[in-house]
Structures are given as structure tokens and as C-alpha cells.
């Protein structure tokens, strides 16, 4: 292709196709084991914004590359755009250059070699370019410091907040990717940057003079700059820089960015609608504000307004003094009496519903077309939350459930069950639960059939189950037959129905074995009679098995044997 010739949106697209099944080859190919696992982690993601700048901005794809182009993006245009930690930016050489040698050994390209050694060659210079803010764009700067997230956490005025990410699946997790990320870790999608970019350089003049204070306050800054120190020696009041962050957000979520995602959702049933998602988001963080006067967590804090601009990381240490260090009873019901925040009898009547809290380590094990299940394997017990922001089903597929998930607290809300959000995903979590617990599934069944699952905090007491229905649930299975033994010998003989029913469920479990080892024998249609487990007497035909068991079964159990037709 002709470097200097933009790529049509149908070129473009056809290239992001074909680089992802490359991606997809070279990941089972001998260029990829040789990296670091590391490596492997951010291959796919490094190839692909890789590619998106080498051909976006350069004109040239990554299975078409020269010299030139992979340079402009490793000393310029990758460091610039792409927010992500520094060992990040330590992979990009190595899985770049063994990208391309694996296109060289399939023929895809010429001088794979060749091109992949002057890439690996200029590692460090990624590096130390990635690591320099004198490099980075405008729109790289912004969210590698943190503004955007912090003017967006519980920020009801603006009518905006940050987004809940989940992290990789626990405990054997499949082969799934998640969403598109917005996490600055994982850097942002390139249309999102490009956007951001265009906002900034067309803001108010207020606004710009406001940026290029702080651009020249800074520019002899080498690493991280304290935000307050920087507005200080800026001559910048927090209210002119607050005002230059709510400008930009509201800009792009006027455009509809994917990068400041609203609360609520009109259109899913599985979110809060976006009225409702605002309130609860200012009572919770009302709440969370007093909690902090109270046991000084984040100092300095004095006023709502101030609050909001926490980023999640501030936050979480105050939730997590709340919910996990102090009583959360007694400082809700404080807070209840002395209304610091002026609420209506409403508000206050809706944070008093949440001294019913549930809070511990969950596992989410299932979506609904209207929530996401929560499941509690210490009862265990089920519970249908709605999402605040986007829902559980829209960033986690249901393949990759069971996830673990720990700091959950659940709050009653609109005769709903919601998260606060600052819930945490831990393999590591997740794995010691499933050592020290029956596994998710088990748990979750004999949650929905002891209690169903709970809409609303506090849930329902348990429904009362009959003697039958409890012993069918027990013998349902091998693992509630294990889980259940005690119970179960409890239940079957206390009488002819339930000795029955129990004859019943275990005759089914061993049909399943026993019709499998008939069809190996290569036996031929017959009736079987299964009694506790074991074949009593079998015959060509019903009646002829109903005989033979009247003969030798005592009176009061004839029935009890499970007739079990045998197909081939």
C-alpha cells in the first residue's frame, strides 16, 4: 500500500480482521511460547494498538510494515497514545519483533527478521519515551493522572461516574475476553483517544488558559506531579480545574463516548434507570462522606462537592472502614438521627432500609434477563441484583461464571437489590472459597430450593417445603446425595411415601448407569425392577415384572422398586 494514502473505512476494518486471525495463529505458534508469560499476557493487546497506530496514523499495516513507519510509532506514536503501567511498555518490543518473525516464517512478509531486530532494538527507547509526560498527548495525560476518574466517581451534578471493571475469571477461568476495557492499565480504545484529543484542543478559551497554565507550571516536572501542588504553583483555584474536567466530560458524554459512561440504563432491564442510578449514587456517597468525618479515613475532606472528586482508590479505604472495620449499623442509624446532609424523611427512610446490608464473599453464578445472581455459599443463599451503571451480563459472559467475588455489600434500593460497586473479582479469593466449600453450583441449587431468590433485602424467610419435596431435592443428585446423607436417612423411612420416593429417586440415578452397561452387554429390550440401588429382578414385560415382584417383595414395600424400561 501507498504510505501515503489514508486507508478507506472498509480497508481499515478488513485489516483489523485479518491482524486479529493473525494475532490468533501466532499465539499457537513456536514465536509466541518463547515469551515471558508476561509477554503473552499483552501480546494480543500490544499487536493490535500496534497495528491501529502503525495504520492509522502511518498509513501502513502491520503485515505490510518498513522501517520507517515501526519507527515513528515506537519512538513517537505509541508512547504518546497508549496509557498503560510501565511493564507494559517493556513487552512491546519483544512481541512485536516476535510478530514479526512469526509473519516471516509464513511467507507473509519480507525482512520479517530483519524489521523485528530493529524493533527489538529499540526496547528501551519505548521505555523511557512511555515513561517521559513531555511525550504524551493531551488526551494521554488526562487519564494517565487520573483526572478523568476522579471528576467522575459519584458525580451526580455532572451526571457522570466511573465504571465498575472486571478483572479475568477466577478459579479455571475459560478462554473469554472481556469488553473493550476503559482501564488507563489497559490503555484506551484509539477512536476514544482521538476523541479526547479533539475535545481538549477545542475547549472555551477560559478553559485553555487554565490547561496552559498548568502545562507551563509543569513542564520542568520530571515524573508524577502532586494535582495539588501542581494547581499551586499554576496560580489555578480547584474550582477553575474542576471546571475545565466537568467541561471535557460533559462534552463527551454529550458525544456519546464510550470512555464516561452515565449511570442507568433506560433500555435494560438489568440496570437501574438513570434517574433512580443518580439518586442512589448521592445517597450512597452522602452516607460514605460521614462515615469519613467520622473515622478521619481521607483527611481534608469537608464537603460533599469535595467528596466527589475523589478518585475509586480514595474511596475505597472509607467503604471498606464502613463496612468491614466499624459498625455500619450504628453509624447509619447516627446518621439517620442526625441528618448531616438535610435529606427529605424519603432519603433518610431509604438509607435506614440499609441497616438490612448483606455483605462477605460471593460468587456470581448466573445472569437474568432483569439482574445478575449473587450467591452467598455460607447459607447458602441466592440474591438477583441490578446493576447501577451497566449490567453484570454486559462485561461478564455467562461462560465465565462462576466469578468470585469478594467486598460485596449489598444494599435494598427501589425495592431492588444493588452493589455500592466497590466490590473486588480474586482468583485467589475465589479459589480458597471453592477448597473450604461445596462447589458454586451445588450451593446455588440448594440455595433456589430452600429459599428461591431473594428480590429484596431483607430476603424472604425460608418457604416452608414438604417432607417430599425436601427428601426429592436431597436425592436429586450424587453430590446433594453425599452433601445430604444425614437427611436423608432422617426422611426416607419415616414413612411408606417417603420410603418410596427415596426407592424412586434412587432407582432413576441408577437407571442412567445401569441402561448404558445393558446397551454394552448388547441386551435386548427388557423391565427392570431397582431397589435401593440394586436390581432385584427384570422381565420381558410389565406385567410380567409386577408378577415376579409381588412374589417377592414383602407386602408393604412392593411398590417401592423403581421399573425402570429398558430400550435399546
Known sequence: MDGNNPPSDEQYQASLDRIDRLVSAFADGQQFERLTNHQQREAEFAIEMFHELLYGYEYVPLDDPDEHSLEAVCRELYPAKISAE????????????????????????????????????????????????????????????????????????????????????????????PTESLDPDKGLPSAEVDRLEEIINSLSPESDAVLASLAAATDDVQGDVD????????????????????????????????????PGDTADSAVLDPDTAREFLELEGQLLLYANDRFDVVPGIDSYEAFKRLSTDEIQPIHDTLYREENAVEVIEEFGRENP????????????????????????????????????????????????????????????LPVAVTSVVLLPYDGQIVTNGMEEFDMLAGMAMQMIKDDPETAYEEAKHRFGIAETLPP?????????????????????????????????????????????????????????????????????????????????????????????????????????????
Do not use: C
Open 86 to 177: 510501565a511493564d507494559h511498555f517493556e513487552t512491546v518490543a519483544p512481541v512485536i519483533g516476535a510478530f514479526l518473525r512469526f509473519l516471516d516464517a509464513r511467507g507473509a512478509i519480507e525482512n520479517g527478521d530483519r524489521l523485528a531486530g530493529h524493533v527489538e532494538s529499540l526496547g528501551d527507547t519505548i521505555v523511557d519515551a512511555a515513561a517521559d509526560p513531555a511525550n504524551w498527548g493531551m488526551a494521554k495525560s488526562m487519564v494517565m493522572s487520573g483526572d478523568l476518574d476522579d471528576a467522575t466517581q459519584l458525580d451526580i451534578a455532572a451526571d457522570v461516574a466511573a465504571s465498575s471493571e472486571l478483572p479475568e475469571a477466577p478459579l479455571d477461568p475459560p478462554e473469554w475476553e
Open 227 to 262: 494535582p495539588d501542588v501542581a494547581l499551586e504553583r499554576a496560580g489555578v483555584a480547584p474550582e477553575e480545574y474542576d471546571a475545565v474536567v466537568e467541561e471535557i466530560v460533559t462534552r463527551m458524554d454529550e458525544e456519546g463516548s464510550e470512555l464516561i459512561p452515565s
Open 341 to 400: 446532609a438535610g435529606l427529605s424523611p424519603a432519603h433518610l427512610e431509604t438509607i435506614e432500609s440499609w441497616l438490612n446490608y448483606e455483605a462477605g464473599q460471593f460468587f456470581i453464578v448466573e445472569h437474568l434477563d432483569d439482574g445478575t445472581v449473587f450467591l452467598d455459599p455460607d447459607e447458602p443463599r441466592a440474591y438477583k441484583v441490578t446493576g447501577v451503571y451497566d449490567s453484570y451480563a454486559a462485561v461478564l459472559p455467562e461462560e465465565a
Open 460 to 568: 424472604a424467610d425460608e418457604p416452608t417445603r414438604s417432607d417430599a419435596e425436601r427428601l426429592r431435592f436431597y436425592t436429586k443428585n450424587q453430590d446433594n446425595r453425599e452433601r445430604f446423607a444425614d437427611e436423608i436417612e432422617t426422611l426416607k423411612d419415616e414413612t411408606d411415601e417417603l420410603a418410596r420416593i427415596y426407592h424412586e429417586q434412587l432407582g432413576k440415578a441408577n437407571a442412567r448407569r445401569l441402561g448404558r452397561e445393558f446397551r454394552d452387554l448388547g441386551l435386548e429390550e427388557a423391565y427392570v425392577a431397582i431397589y435401593d440401588g440394586q436390581v432385584v429382578t427384570t422381565a420381558p414385560t410389565e406385567p410380567q415384572l409386577e408378577e415376579t415382584l409381588s412374589e417377592i417383595m414383602p407386602d408393604e414395600t412392593v411398590d417401592h422398586p423403581y421399573v425402570y424400561h429398558y430400550d435399546p
